[in-house]
Structures are given as structure tokens and as C-alpha cells.
């Protein structure tokens, strides 16, 4: 059983940033895709950025494209996602995940393993 826990959330104002973390158990962190989901109030939950476990390729959603940056320490066995011209519509609830498998989709079914959820707020 692989554990995510999150931390890093909290309240910001537009235009500043949060750095995530997603801290994950066990010895086979390197080999899996690490995302980053979000799900606001009434929408679906969306992934926003992914790594994959080798060569450190990236996606990134459109709406945060240029704004947000995932990376991850494998020797730590986390996961990051620097938050940075934060908008109040990137407030939401931020998930992190793995997908065992390297699928590589955008469907949150299609991931093995969650964290409990962090919360992002953004004033305006």
C-alpha cells in the first residue's frame, strides 16, 4: 500500500505563490508518474501537472501553463508543485497522485494512488 500526504496548502492573495508537497511512502516512488489534481467547488476534478519517473518530462493544463511548476526529489520520495501568480480561480482543493502504470491520462480513474487533499485558497 503506497501513502501520499500532502502538505503546503493554505490562504494566499492573488498574484503570490505556494510551494505543495506530496511526501509518499515506500521504495518504488521512482518508478511511478507523480500528478497534481485539483477540484473546485461543483467541477470535476482536473489534473493541472504531471512528472513522469525517468527523464523528468512534464504536462502541464493550459490554465496554468507558465504559472505552475511540478518537480520531484526522488531521493526524498516527494513530489512538489510551485504555485506561483496565484489567481483566485486556482482556488480548490489540490490532490496528488500516482499512476503505477505510466498510462499518462488526464482521468482521475485511471490513477492508482491519493492523498487526502490539500486546501488552496487565492483572494483577490
Known amino acids: 500500500q503506497v501513502q501520499l500526504v500532502e502538505s503546503g496548502g493554505g490562504l494566499v492573495q492573488a498574484g503570490g505563490s505556494l510551494r505543495l508537497s506530496c511526501a509518499a511512502s515506500?521504495?518504488?516512488?521512482?518508478?511511478?508518474?507523480m500528478g497534481w489534481f485539483r477540484q473546485a467547488p461543483g467541477k470535476e476534478r482536473e489534473l493541472v501537472a504531471a512528472?513522469?519517473?525517468?527523464?523528468?518530462?512534464?504536462y502541464y493544463a493550459d490554465s496554468v501553463k507558465g504559472r505552475f511548476t511540478i518537480f520531484r526529489d526522488n531521493a526524498k520520495n516527494t513530489v512538489y508543485l510551485q504555485m506561483n501568480s496565484l489567481k483566485p480561480e486556482d482556488t480548490a482543493v489540490y490532490y496528488c497522485?500516482?499512476?503505477?502504470?505510466?498510462?499518462?491520462?488526464?482521468?482521475?480513474?485511471?490513477?492508482?494512488?491519493w492523498g487526502q487533499g490539500t486546501q488552496v485558497t487565492v483572494s483577490s
Open positions: 497522485a500516482a499512476d503505477t502504470k505510466y498510462r499518462r491520462s488526464r482521468s482521475p480513474s485511471e490513477w492508482d494512488y
Open positions: 515506500g521504495r518504488t516512488f521512482s518508478s511511478y508518474t
Open positions: 512528472v513522469d519517473w525517468g527523464l523528468g518530462i512534464t
